[in-house]
């Protein structure tokens, strides 16, 4: 890997970099980046690929002096206001504070995840980051072909540990029970509700489970009702029409006062579908949707975020450092901000939810739905 042939404005920069990464245990929280992103290109016959910095002519991706980061997208495409922007966000930070070239590749099915991964080993960049567990086996596939590349799989879950592939995953069941304990605690009726993606997902799965155990814990009688798209990850989380019809059925056969939506444009379509046809809550998922999915704003409460910019972003600098670690590397969970509904949202409350967070990533309260609070505030809002 070219580490410190680099100029001397990156070098500082690394220095820079390293002091952080070490000072703040690995767990960066940066503002959340607005980012403007490029327009979808239709892809023919070759992959789309969108530049964002200049390229130097006399340079490539193989030479010492020249940082190359390639992100492939899921099918979910770039800009889906979830799962694969909020990686992309960590390579465009990369950018920026790293001096990195970064390019994406869009995925339109998943027939083509092994042609855009090589797209990038093929030019010798140093590192690729995939993203979505539908990535897995092409991300392995390719990495042991290509071992001075490190490979970032995002939410895929390494069983096996190879040196220059990193999983970045996340305790999406703990994100989860955090969204279920608020939603609960809001709920007014009893009765709340989950769109998702496909069961055929880990993470979704997870998200889930965690949603429904964080509600059970604060309201052991409490009705729910969740619903995974009914086909595979090639399409399940980029079916806008079957997100809204469902959100629909939904709140007119059950009546849930509150619904997670959790499955890339699907999700956001039950999201919006909550805002614009009832009086019901709403709650985002895998970044702060509330920046990604403005016709929500009405319903939408608050995000199970996944801090997915933040690991991406820890992991290029770990591999420009030359100390990128390989296995399995836990990001950060958490629920974004209350926005316009955070005066309405009692202290008490906030404080509870703080307190779940660090007792769930201290594994002092289980998300296997065993757990019942002897108390919990409740939360009376309106929309």
Same mark, same amino acid.
């Given at each position: 890997m070219?580490?410190?042939?680099?100029?001397?404005?990156? =070098?500082?920069?690394?220095? #820079?970099?390293?002091?952080?990464l070490v000072a703040c245990g690995l767990e960066l929280t940066p503002p959340s980046p607005t980012v403007a992103l490029p327009t979808q290109t239709e892809v023919v016959a070759e992959p789309t690929i969108i530049p964002t910095a200049t390229a130097v002519e006399e340079l490539t991706c193989a030479d010492e002096a020249k940082f190359c980061v390639g992100l492939v997208t899921d099918v979910g495409l770039i800009d889906d206001k979830s799962f694969n922007q909020s990686a992309w966000e960590g390579v465009l930070r990369a950018e920026t504070d790293l001096l990195a070239d970064v390019q994406f590749v869009q995925t339109r099915t998943s027939a083509e995840y092994e042609q855009n991964i090589l797209y990038f080993a093929e030019q010798d960049y140093d590192v690729i980051v995939t993203v979505g567990f539908g990535l897995s086996e092409s991300t392995i596939v390719t990495a042991s072909k290509y071992p001075n590349i490190d490979f970032i799989g995002v939410d895929q879950f390494q069983g096996t540990e190879y040196d220059n592939v990193a999983g970045l995953i996340f305790p999406n069941d703990k994100a989860g029970f955090l969204a279920g304990a608020l939603a609960a605690m809001v709920s007014q009726n009893g009765r709340i509700g989950a769109v998702l993606g496909t069961a055929d997902v @880990? @993470?979704?799965? /997870?998200?889930?489970? !965690?949603?429904?155990? !964080? *509600?059970? /814990?604060?309201? @052991? %009688?409490?009705?729910?009702?969740?619903?995974?798209? @009914?086909?595979?990850?090639?399409?399940? =989380?980029? %079916?806008? /029409?079957?997100?809204?019809?469902?959100?629909? #059925?939904? #709140?007119?056969?059950?009546?849930?006062?509150?619904? =997670?939506?959790?499955?890339?444009?699907?999700?956001?379509? /039950?999201?919006?579908?909550?805002?614009?046809?009832?009086? *019901?809550?709403?709650i985002g998922v895998d970044t702060d949707q509330w920046l990604t999915v403005p016709d929500a704003h009405s319903c939408l409460i608050t995000s199970a975020v996944k801090e997915i910019a933040d690991g991406v972003f820890e992991l290029v600098a770990w591999s420009l450092l030359d100390e990128f670690p390989s296995g399995n590397y836990v990001g950060g969970v958490a629920l974004a901000p209350f926005h316009d509904f955070g005066e309405s949202i009692p202290a008490d409350a906030q404080a509870f939810l703080i307190d779940l967070k660090a007792d769930l990533l201290n594994d002092v309260v289980p998300t296997d739905g065993s757990y019942v609070f002897p108390s919990a505030p409740s939360v009376n809002i309106q929309r």
């Open positions: 070219k580490k410190f042939t680099l100029e001397s404005k990156r =070098f500082s920069l690394l220095i #820079l970099i390293s002091l952080a @880990p @993470p979704v799965v /997870a998200f889930k489970e !965690g949603y429904e155990a !964080g *509600a059970y /814990a604060v309201n @052991p %009688d409490i009705e729910i009702v969740s619903i995974y798209h @009914p086909g595979g990850a090639d399409v399940a =989380f980029t %079916d806008v /029409a079957w997100g809204s019809s469902t959100t629909l #059925l939904l #709140l007119d056969e059950r009546n849930p006062d509150v619904i =997670f939506g959790a499955g890339g444009t699907t999700g956001n379509a /039950a999201l919006i579908t909550v805002a614009e046809n009832s009086d *019901a809550f709403c």
